[in-house]
């Protein structure tokens, strides 16, 4: 395999908070342990304009994918809708994927190939849901909740969000409550630059909070990160607006459901169309860059364009153009490849005439981020919670933790990802998929799911019986996403115990790796070494008993 390296030279010294990326030209469709490698099964439906989605909708700690797309060259027929959920079938099957039979997804797709999709847990039971922008007699934007991880998802009625395609859409918890919001851009029936915001209720309705200065953009797509590293998540969109002008907004959220309006002269961002904005921490600074391909009106062509972001909030423009570029037919997207903790960028589809010499015209690549080879240090791990607490209330548990910490990034910057495993079941929920044992995150995409350093308590329904063990973790991720281990706690609701505190007033909580649970006030072991011990409720009293 041929690798190019980009290293910087004298010539680039001027600017010394660029990374280093090191290219390397794959053709592969799965990536392994071990690198990339051509998948040994055709069972995934091909496609055009396609989005994928890996998740794990069934809680068996396996991605899953999900395939948007539809037809439109001589082989499918564009009128052809591809909305295909393949469940993983494990290490027994070789990984293979199998396509799940009945999803109750509506077969239709947005008219654009931008964002049209995002993952996460809107209600809080422990799977994952689905936002999705279609097209089908009119624009709409639909909500589908997981059904308990069977492999289908209920659309949710009565929800009366304004429609909206040829953009994107995005889960996010705007307001710092621990839940899920909605935000998605594009083309609506009413204007051309609708940008929508809805607070979740956390009753199963939406408010919608929409800002008047808040405008989006169609033929574009739009990120919700923590752009300025005070714990609230920020919006950037891009695109086209009125008049077809090119935009790159950034609005900075100000905590009151307000945003303040960033123009492109005060961001010095490029305004770009058809494109794709990704916001992470590329140099280990502890500010947010960004990485945007898409074309702009200066005639200077489709790029994929890196920008630093500077101490005073601008972004200054790597003018080296290390990434290959790819037209409106291709896109972007990133991941820790390496899993170095640095965020690393794939880049697919057509370069059109913007191909380097030897490229290939459809190349699919990976650009490894080494921050060594650009003289600079690379990005450290955050530290997990110092403490994870976890309380059984009705049929919920109540996690909570202590913040994290990270060398380079803020403390009110940082991001939290947990998860919930009934070891009764071995069924694992995750709100980012991750490896729980060594904390590496399985995704690159939906990171704003995570949950911000306002949130320090997550009430999750018990994904398995109120009564079983559940071990529980907490995990630190900093502005490059990079993740920490998992801070974990564990239950043991056996013997009743979990429908006994159903009522209690003062349910135990379990505290990190010194692992007690509290009664009445009182520590006592929560894995004790004599044998049969139990709770047992007498009246209003609890008392531990030891036979």
Known sequence: MKKLFFILTALLTSISTQAGWEEQAVLARRFTADGFELDKYAFLAPSAYTNGVFLDFNND???????????GDWIIKADVNIVELYRNLGPDADYRLERVSYTGLQPFTDEGYYNPVSAGDVNHDGYTDLLVMTYHEGRHVDLYLNDEGSGRFIQQEGLDFEGATNGSCMLG??????WLDLEYSGYSDRTATCLKLYRNQCDGSFADVSQSNVTGAFQGGSALADINGDGLLDIITTGNGNNWVCLASVFLARGDGSFTVVSES???????SRATPLVADM?????MDMV??????DGSGFRTRIYYQQADGTFLLDTSYPIIPVNQDGGINMGDADGDGNMDIIVGGWTGSGAPSGCYSSPLRVYENHLEAAGLTSNSRPVPPATVDVALQGDSLIISWTAGSDRETATEALRYNLFVRCDDTSELYTLIPADVLSGRL?????????????????A??????????????????????????FATATTDFTDGIGSLFKDVDNPRTFHGDSQYYSIDGR???????????????HATTTKVIVK
Do not use: F, M, W
């Open 460 to 485: 999750i329904k018990c994904i398995g019986p109120a009564n079983a063990s559940y071990t529980v973790g907490v995990q630190t991720l900093d502005q490059a996403y990079a993740p920490s281990a």
């Open 266 to 272: 005060q961001s010095r961002l490029l305004g770009v």
């Open 523 to 537: 520590r006592h072991p929560s894995r004790p070494t004599k044998p049969g011990l139990y709770i047992r409720q």
């Open 61 to 71: 700690g396996l991605l899953d994918l999900l395939i948007v797309g539809r037809g």
């Open 442 to 458: 399985l995704v690159g995409t939906d990171l704003q799911t995570s949950l911000s350093s306002s949130v320090c308590r997550y």
């Open 292 to 297: 945007i391909n898409g074309e702009p009106s």
């Open 283 to 287: 140099n280990a600074d502890g500010l």
């Open 173 to 178: 918890d705007l307001d710092g409550d621990g």
